[in-house]
């Protein structure tokens, strides 16, 4: 049973370039969520996607988007680097649920950006 | 912002003894969850508490919630030299889907 996946693994990248990471879900999860995590700090929320629409957003500008594919994977693209979106950048899966569900999430090995 | 905040930031005890984390919250919850980072990877998930539970085993791990409080602690008993990592109190505040995490507590086992 497959875990929650990404790709790539490391990423460089510049000021004012552009960047698509991506996730595949655990194997039976439908939901994809994806956090920021900055050295020393604790993972926050950017967004989440379920049936291939946003379902819910954290404070982050507009240069960062997201899209869902039918198979539930997921891509996170952010426009317009700047140093500051250096970051470990994490996915991860549930099973979309009722309200008052657990929402338990499983989270994949991260995306480390690094912006020069 | 974090909603969660982790006590102590950093802890470093002797492999056998028990370590002991805490974390506070700021709003109502469905549920709290405790993960588990070393050095720098991906989160694995260790134990999840809903808001109507007080107290959850899971091998050496042991949680309690207190909700009129909105705190929680992570008690890991026996420690080894492979719990060294960092550990994350997560929050699904109630009405919302996504995790709210704090900002850590750093634990050093020394062999």
């Known amino acids: 049973d497959a875990g929650v996946t990404q790709s790539p693994t490391h990423l460089i990248k510049t000021r004012g370039q552009q960047v698509t990471l991506r996730c595949s879900p655990k194997?039976?999860?439908?939901?994809v969520s994806w956090y920021q995590q900055a050295l020393g700090q604790g993972p926050q929320f950017i967004f989440q996607y379920y049936e291939e629409e946003e379902r819910q957003r954290g404070n982050f500008p507009d240069r960062f988007s997201g899209h869902q594919f039918p198979n539930y994977s997921s891509e996170l693209n952010v426009n317009a680097l700047l140093l500051g979106d250096s970051a470990l950048y994490l996915c991860?899966?549930?099973?979309?649920?009722?309200?008052?569900?657990?929402?338990?999430?499983?989270f994949g090995p991260g995306t480390r950006l690094t912006v020069l | 912002s974090q909603q969660g905040e982790e006590d102590p930031q950093a802890l470093s005890i002797q492999e056998g003894e028990n370590a002991t984390m805490n974390c506070s919250y700021k709003?109502?919850?469905?549920?709290l969850q405790w993960y588990r980072q070393n050095s720098g990877r991906g989160l694995v998930h260790l134990i999840l508490i809903r808001s109507n539970e007080r107290e959850k085993h899971s091998g050496r791990l042991r949680v309690t919630l207190d909700t009129s409080k909105k705190s929680s602690s992570l008690l890991i008993t026996a420690s080894r030299a492979a719990d060294t990592a960092s550990y994350f109190c997560a929050t699904r505040d109630t009405g919302r889907r996504a995790l709210t995490f704090g900002s850590g507590t750093r634990l050093q086992v020394q062999p």
């Open positions: 991860a899966s549930s099973l979309s649920s009722l309200a008052g569900g657990d929402n338990e999430q499983f």
């Open positions: 709003t109502s919850i469905n549920n």
């Open positions: 194997s039976g999860h439908d939901t």
